[in-house]
């Protein structure tokens, strides 16, 4: 039993002597503290990217231009002007026409106006067309898809021409739009379309001077030029001159016009 208590009081002894050290040292025995961290930054948020444009429209033929825009338009051997419902576009013989915007082929075939032509739908019912085509492309049939960008024909100048070029419409519920508002333009939707802007044109028409006059209209012009030379005779001086240029193959009958006062506000039926 002696030993028991002396022993006890060892311990005791042992344990109140570190304790006592401890709090000498000045030891810190209270739980850590957590220091609170500043919030993380926010990452700024990218702007959102507009919505991917539904309509594409290309270039029927890249890089060359309109040579006869959209409008009330008279030709040498026309008495009045008349619209032209689409535009022109000059170009080699041979160079390929793509088609603007994906669609379903509608027509293909030939006229002894429009020559070789091709015709296809689009989204919203818009149709384009193309014409005077030296060839058109085998497999641009009636039904076939084509992909915007795809070849449908080659430059030519068949049918009613004045040179090597492709007459290129646009129209939606058969009227005729201004192609121009279209070429090379996209929109994201429906509502961007430009059927309003695209459907006005002015109402002055242009004189067209071209280089070369298709065979089926010089009779046109052989009665004046006649007329004009009877009196001429009779006069001792000439009241008109007309002059024709051969036909070239690498001229494009780009065409000159000037601007006159139409003779009829009333917009003539386009041939």
Same mark, same amino acid.
């Given at each position: 039993m002696?030993?028991?208590?002396?022993?006890?009081?060892?311990?005791?002894?042992?344990?109140?002597?570190?304790?006592?050290?401890?709090?000498?040292?000045?030891?810190?025995?209270?739980?850590?503290?957590?220091?609170?961290?500043?919030?993380? @930054?926010?990452?700024?948020?990218?702007?959102? @990217?507009?919505?991917?444009?539904?309509?594409?429209?290309?270039?029927?033929?890249?890089?060359?231009?309109?040579?006869?825009?959209?409008?009330?338009?008279?030709?040498?051997?026309?008495?009045?002007?008349?619209?032209?419902?689409?535009?022109?576009?000059?170009?080699?013989?041979?160079?390929?026409v793509?088609?603007?915007?994906?669609?379903?082929?509608?027509?293909?075939?030939?006229s002894?106006?429009?020559g070789?032509?091709?015709?296809?739908?689009?989204a919203?019912?818009?149709?384009?067309?193309?014409?005077?085509?030296?060839?058109?492309?085998?497999?641009?049939?009636?039904?076939?898809?084509?992909?915007g960008?795809?070849?449908?024909?080659?430059?030519?100048?068949s049918?009613?021409?004045?040179?090597?070029?492709?007459?290129?419409?646009?129209?939606?519920?058969?009227?005729?739009?201004?192609?121009?508002a279209?070429?090379?333009?996209?929109?994201?939707?429906?509502?961007?379309?430009?059927?309003?802007?695209?459907?006005?044109?002015?109402?002055?028409?242009?004189?067209a001077?071209?280089?070369?006059?298709?065979?089926?209209?010089?009779?046109?012009?052989?009665?004046?030029?006649?007329?004009?030379?009877?009196?001429?005779?009779?006069?001792?001086?000439?009241?008109?001159?007309?002059?024709?240029?051969?036909?070239?193959?690498?001229?494009?009958?780009?065409?000159?016009?000037?601007?006159?006062p139409?003779?009829?506000?009333?917009?003539?039926?386009?041939?």
């Amino acid at each position: 039993m002696r030993h028991f208590w002396l022993e006890a009081a060892l311990v005791a002894g042992v344990t109140l002597t570190a304790v006592t050290a401890a709090c000498a040292a000045g030891a810190d025995l209270s739980p850590p503290r957590i220091t609170p961290q500043p919030p993380a @930054a926010a990452a700024p948020v990218a702007p959102a @990217a507009p919505p991917p444009a539904v309509f594409e429209y290309g270039e029927p033929v890249p890089g060359h231009e309109v040579n006869s825009p959209f409008g009330l338009r008279r030709m040498p051997w026309e008495k009045h002007g008349r619209l032209h419902e689409g535009v022109d576009i000059a170009a080699p013989v041979g160079m390929s026409v793509l088609a603007v915007a994906d669609g379903v082929v509608t027509r293909a075939g030939n006229s002894s106006s429009y020559g070789r032509f091709v015709e296809i739908k689009h989204a919203e019912g818009l149709i384009s067309f193309y014409a005077h085509l030296g060839r058109v492309d085998p497999r641009a049939k009636p039904g076939a898809a084509v992909l915007g960008g795809r070849a449908i024909g080659k430059i030519g100048s068949s049918g009613t021409s004045t040179g090597p070029h492709v007459h290129f419409e646009i129209r939606r519920d058969d009227r005729p739009l201004n192609p121009v508002a279209f070429i090379g333009r996209e929109f994201a939707t429906a509502e961007d379309l430009p059927l309003q802007t695209a459907a006005r044109y002015s109402r002055r028409v242009r004189v067209a001077q071209v280089s070369f006059i298709p065979e089926a209209k010089r009779a046109l012009m052989e009665g004046p030029r006649k007329s004009a030379k009877v009196d001429a005779d009779k006069e001792d001086r000439p009241r008109a001159t007309l002059t024709f240029t051969a036909k070239s193959a690498d001229r494009a009958g780009v065409e000159a016009s000037a601007t006159v006062p139409a003779a009829d506000p009333t917009v003539p039926t386009a041939g």
